[in-house]
């Protein structure tokens, strides 16, 4: 079997995966020693992690005409005229990057994403991830990363290990399904990143410039 024909079975039990939906995938994919887990929007995570009196998203911004260019939340700086999204503001407002570009998507339609990612111990010492996600971004580029809580300040690297195999396009109903290697296994001390890049470009083994090309916006923790 040669490499494009396996590319095309891949393709097709992605697409067939995600027309089952969440509940029939998760039971076709996990086996008897998975760990299955829900993602969660990031700006929930993180306003619960930082103790927010008012939750919201370090990383999406809406339009606030008297807002000061200022530093929020994870040293994003953003341009006058802007201000970090709240989890409470009108659900159709339109979010923006750090300088003002439209994201082409609405606040609800935003933290509307959800998914569940699965995770299976290797032989070898490394750990098989499948996640299956719904509410993205119709044909958004995403990809997966791994927080390390343990390094100070929290590290940040590729799923996969390498930055290789870790990319993905949502299809044209916002969902995907995407498997790939991690080199080692998922404690509490990591946590699974599904990351939207607003210029759909890969960066490899970096996410890119947070807040202006890259977004967090679902994550999974032990």
């Known amino acids: 079997m040669n490499a494009q024909t396996i590319l095309i079975l891949k393709r097709t039990v992605a697409v067939c995966l995600v027309g089952l939906g969440s509940f029939s995938a998760v039971g076709a994919l996990a086996g008897s020693e998975s760990q299955v887990m829900n993602f969660e929007t990031h700006a929930s995570f993180f306003s619960n992690e930082t103790h927010r009196k ?14 000061p260019a200022a530093v929020g939340p994870q040293g994003i700086k953003r341009s006058a005229g802007l201000r970090n999204a709240l989890i409470s503001d009108e659900p159709s407002l339109p979010v923006m990057n750090a300088s003002g570009q439209p994201l082409d ?23 098989k991830v499948t996640v299956i996600l719904s509410g993205l971004k119709p044909h958004g580029h995403y990809s997966l990363f791994e927080n390390h809580f343990d390094q100070k300040p929290v590290g940040f690297t590729p799923l996969d290990g390498n930055g290789t195999d870790n990319n993905f396009v949502a299809d044209a109903k916002g969902k995907a399904v995407m498997t790939t ?6 404690t509490h001390d990591n946590a699974v990143l599904v990351v939207y890049h607003s210029d759909r470009k890969a960066h490899g083994k970096v996410r890119g410039e947070i807040g202006i090309n890259a977004h967090h916006q679902l994550i999974a923790r032990p």
């Not at 008012?54 to 807002?67: E, G, N, R, W």
């Not at 998507?105 to 750990?127: C, F, H, M, N, Y």
């Not at 290697?181 to 998922?186: F, K, Y």
């Open 54 to 67: 008012t939750p919201l998203d370090p990383q999406v911004f809406v339009a606030a005409p008297s807002a």
């Open 181 to 186: 290697i991690s080199p080692s296994i998922t």
């Open 105 to 127: 998507i609405s606040l609800d339609a935003w933290l509307g994403a959800k998914g569940t990612v699965i995770l299976t111990p290797q032989p070898d010492g490394r750990e």
